[in-house]
């Protein structure tokens, strides 16, 4: 078994291969104020859906994680089983895009598309770095209620102590990593950028590598990142952006030849 790794430089490298991928077509830009409006009236609206439901939550994870034990433990001896040589060293890797440390090149990522003036790459940007705020709420909480050990603690997966500050479930590192990624992928839908929840996927099957969680803490943390992530960018679309491309030619004296205007709205 390795050690855990230290927080390396590739997240940074794994962050501008997302910018540079999906940031292509420029736009105009909308009035910069829209992202604290967004962040004051989000936080409220958040916990407004997300209040009364918290008890369906918290039943659905009581129910993933009952019947699964066996599953848990299965999971988790081939996936470590598995953890050396080129696959090891990519997934320590995609480990630190669920490090917190990965809010340093989110905001700098925001703060280039401030500059850009790309509409659509601002509001993925501030969108992925909400949510990567939101979801990790939303999991520190959980955590909190449920109590299950880790498996580096030598406990069996059935073992629960809720409010007792263990933090297994539901795993945060793939709560942050989902959370990030899905944004890309929903303001720009593609081929390529749903490539991109692999890395988020493997953040996962990393912590289960390292001896940090159970299989079923990664399906929870994958599905509290992707559902924050989801209803912010839907939130989003229909408050800043309308969520349609249009391409408009250009014939005309100004343009050389024929030209075409991409917009977001």
Not at 63 to 78: I, K, Y
Not at 146 to 169: A, H, I, L
Request: glycine share 10%; net charge positive; aromatic share 12%.
């Amino acid at each position: 078994m390795r050690n855990q790794p230290r927080v390396r430089p590739e997240i940074a490298i794994i962050s501008t291969a997302i910018c540079l991928t999906i940031c292509s077509i420029d736009v105009a830009a909308q009035e910069p104020g829209r992202f604290g409006r967004w962040l004051s009236e989000d936080a409220g609206a958040f916990v407004g859906h997300v209040g009364p439901r918290l008890p369906l939550f918290a039943a659905g994870g009581a129910v993933l994680l009952l019947p699964t034990s066996n599953f848990d433990q299965t999971g988790l001896d081939r996936i470590q089983a598995g953890y050396h040589g080129t696959w090891g060293n990519y997934l320590d890797v995609t480990n630190e895009l669920g490090d917190p440390l990965v809010v340093v090149p989110m905001v700098g990522i925001f703060g280039a598309s401030l500059v850009a003036g790309n509409e659509r790459f601002q509001d993925a940007a501030f969108t992925s770095l909400q949510s990567w705020l939101f979801a990790g709420s939303l999991s520190t909480l959980f955590k909190f209620v449920f109590g299950r050990y880790r498996p580096k603690t030598g406990s069996s997966p059935e073992r629960v102590d809720m409010f007792s500050g263990q933090s297994s479930f539901p795993s945060g590192h793939t709560t942050a990593a989902f959370a990030v990624i899905t944004p890309w992928v929903l303001y720009y839908p593609h081929l390529a950028t749903y490539g991109l929840l692999v890395l988020s996927a493997s953040t996962g099957i990393a912590r289960i590598a390292l001896d940090q969680h159970w299989p079923t803490d990664i399906i929870a943390g994958a599905t509290l990142g992707l559902f924050t992530a989801r209803w912010l960018v839907k939130r989003h679309k229909g408050t800043g952006s309308n969520p349609r491309s249009t391409i408009t030619p250009i014939v005309g004296p100004e343009a050389a030849g024929v030209q075409f205007s991409y917009r977001f709205r």
